[in-house]
């Protein structure tokens, strides 16, 4: 009883230390990202058209996340994994490495993403963010995000 708690635990500490290094990333590819310092945007010149499109991306990175772990293991993929008796920690050593690649392609495609939004649209959204502070543009852009990665969720469950 107490090893099966233990060996719980234990996953839950790497998933959440995976998932807060995961959500740092996500920040600075953001920042790397966008045409502004985010730091300097959201801390010093309190724009909330900014906070509401990074928030946005935050809770992208958390669905994508959320379906990396959630997904089976594809033994294929991995030869060192015996599908009957695959032992506890090469397991998990698979998940992480799924979760990894997960991750890494999810922030591609927000990246794409928002490449995309931000030419498709009639006007200047950084811009509308940045210079006119233009809230409702920065959730329209949070939600694009969510959106996104509700779609990556859905492809990789």
């Known amino acids: 009883m107490l090893d099966t708690f233990m060996i719980g635990l234990t996953h839950v500490v790497i998933y959440f230390v995976i998932g807060l290094m995961a959500l740092m990333l996500g920040r600075k590819f953001f920042d790397w990202m ?31 996340i959320h379906a990396s772990v959630e997904g089976e293991i594809n033994y294929d993929l991995f030869p060192f ?10 397991v998990l050593g698979a998940e992480l490495i799924m ?7 999810g922030l591609v495609c927000l990246g ?8 498709i649209m009639p006007y200047d959204m950084d811009k ?13 852009e949070a939600c694009f995000y969510i959106s996104v990665a509700i779609i990556i969720h859905g492809i990789l469950i």
Request: hydrophobic share 40%; glycine share 10%; net charge negative.
């Open 128 to 140: 509308e963010i940045i210079e006119d502070r233009n809230v409702g543009v920065g959730v329209l």
């Open 112 to 119: 794409f993403g928002r490449k995309g939004i931000h030419k």
């Open 99 to 105: 979760t990894t690649l997960y991750f890494l392609i």
């Open 81 to 90: 994994l015996n599908e009957e008796n695959p032992g506890l920690w090469k």
């Open 34 to 64: 966008s045409s502004y310092d985010l730091t300097h945007e959201t801390s010093e010149n309190d724009n909330n058209a900014v906070a509401f499109a990074e928030a946005g991306f935050y809770i992208g990175i958390a669905i994508i």
